[in-house]
Every structure is written in C-alpha cells, then in structure tokens.
C-alpha cells in the first residue's frame, strides 16, 4: 500500500506539468521574431503542497487531503516561495537578454487562464506571453526508508504569441531529489522556518531553468540564467562530494530538436560558495503527443 502510494506522489509531481500539451521548442523562426518584441509576464497561485507521510499515505483520498493540508500550512508558515517565480524571472531576463525581449510588469494578480487564447486575451497589449506555471511540488518518504524524503517540483512553460493566439513554445520540467546520496529527515525540511526545504525547492526551480533555458529557447552559454545568490549556500551542511553524481556523468543537451516520446534527463549537483556541491538534482523533460 505504502509503495503504491510513494509511486504516485512521483507521477504527481511529473505529470501534472507535462499534461497534455504539445512540446514545442522554440524554432530559429519564432526566435527571430519574438526579437525586440514585447513579453507579458503572468502569475499563477502556487498549487497544493503535498506533504506526503507514512501516516497519512494510509488513508487514501482523506490522506490527499491531510497531505495537501498540512503541505499548505508548512508554506504559509514558513513562507516557502512557490519555485514558478524563480523559473519566471530567471527565463524571462534570459529572453531580454537573448533577443532583446521588452518584459512587461509581471502582473499583480494570479490569474486562473491556462488556455493559449485565455491568455492572449488577457495580455491583447503585449506580442507575447510568458507564461509560467507550477505543476506540483512536495516531499515523500521513500518506501524502503520511512524515515527519509525526497523532494520533487514539477513547472510549465508556455510562450504565447498575442495577435493569432498561437503557442511558439511549450516545455515541461520535472525535478526531484530522489538520486540524492544522504536523504534528509523530515525534522530537517521543517527545521529553521523550513530553511533546507526551500533551498532544495529553489535549487529544483534553477535546474529546470537551466534545462529549459537549453532545450526549450536554445539559449547559448553567454545568455543562460546564472543560478540566483540564494542559492550559493550549502543545502545541506555535511554532505561529501563524493556521495554525489559528478555533473560530467549527466548526458549532453541535445543539438537537435526534441521528437516526441523523447526523455531527457540531467543529474546535477548545484555548485555551492566553499567550493563544494549541493545534493544532486534529476530533471527530466518529456516530449509528448497533441
């Protein structure tokens, strides 16, 4: 019961991004065009998070809820930022930087539109839309260690052209923990206003910047984001480097556009200030059917 339950907080947290949508790099064409061109910003409310526990994994829909509830009152308490922020300004700055993008003031309310043309429609004074949205996020024991986590955030990224209402781009990213050597307890997310959860939730944000940032708008070295100084500190003091993934070990970026039913996955330790490396971070990008 309790692996069945640990295997779809995973899916969860993957396929709430990925969803439907066709996966569209952005072509050289569309790069072209969106050149010097105006960029609306949205916003959404962040989604539930799932605070998944042995105890509450027992107790099938009502424990969804007590996960969603007690994942909720950890955020709100501790003012865990939702990741899709970081994932926004950081690909947005990329776009100004890349191909001379205008960025629009982010919007001052969440907006509940998902839709391509909703979104046009609410940004008709803008030539495109960039529109960022977290899937899922949580943290789950593992199934053979009760008494460990792992952390897992998913996020979508759609850019929308204004006048015809069309999709130039659209990506999924799903990230997570589940490859770090030495899990953490829950005791440690919670501890110090939840301080390592939200280092390892922003460090899932910037590792899907970075693979977006490469496999959705073909951003060369010198206009890929550079990972925010939040994020220059030790997630998790302690840890040995040579418990970690070596980033050489992580497949290259692919030179050539995405197929359909292509996965592309990345392991990467996030280089920290004293020289060291974070716990390593697996993203994944799934390339799926209309």
């Not at 930022?81 to 890349?98: C, E």
């Amino acid at each position: 019961m309790h692996r069945m339950v640990w295997v779809g907080a995973l899916l969860l947290v993957v396929g709430q991004a990925a969803g439907k949508e066709k996966m569209i790099p952005l072509s050289a064409q569309d790069a072209e065009a969106l050149r010097g061109k105006t960029v609306a910003l949205t916003q959404h409310e962040p989604p539930s998070f799932m605070a998944m526990t042995a105890g509450k994994a027992s107790f099938a829909l009502f424990g969804a809820a007590a996960m969603a509830s007690a994942g909720n009152e950890l955020v709100r308490q501790n003012g865990v930022a939702d990741p899709a922020g970081l994932v926004r300004d950081q690909l947005g700055g990329a776009l100004g930087q890349a191909f001379g993008a205008q960025l629009l003031p982010l919007d001052a309310t969440p907006t509940k539109a998902v839709k391509p043309a909703e979104l046009a429609r609410l940004h008709a004074d803008a030539d495109y839309v960039l529109d960022v949205r977290s899937g899922g996020w949580n943290y789950a024991y593992f199934a053979t260690q009760w008494g460990r986590y792992w952390v897992g955030y998913s996020v979508q990224v759609m850019l929308v052209e204004t006048a015809n209402k069309r999709v130039v781009s659209n990506l999924a990213c799903a990230a997570n923990t589940i490859n770090d050597g030495e899990p953490p307890t829950r005791e440690a997310l919670h501890a110090d206003q939840a301080r390592l959860l939200k280092h390892v939730t922003a460090a899932l944000g910037a590792r899907c910047v970075q693979l977006l940032g490469r496999e959705q708008f073909r951003l060369t070295a010198a206009h890929m984001p550079v990972l925010p100084p939040a994020l220059a500190n030790t997630l998790r003091p302690g840890t040995a480097p040579a418990t970690l993934t070596a980033a050489t070990d992580a497949p290259a970026p692919s030179a050539e556009p995405l197929t359909v039913g292509e996965q592309l996955a990345v392991v990467t330790p996030v280089e920290v200030a004293d020289g060291g490396t974070s716990p390593p971070v697996q993203t994944v990008a799934v390339v799926e059917q209309a």
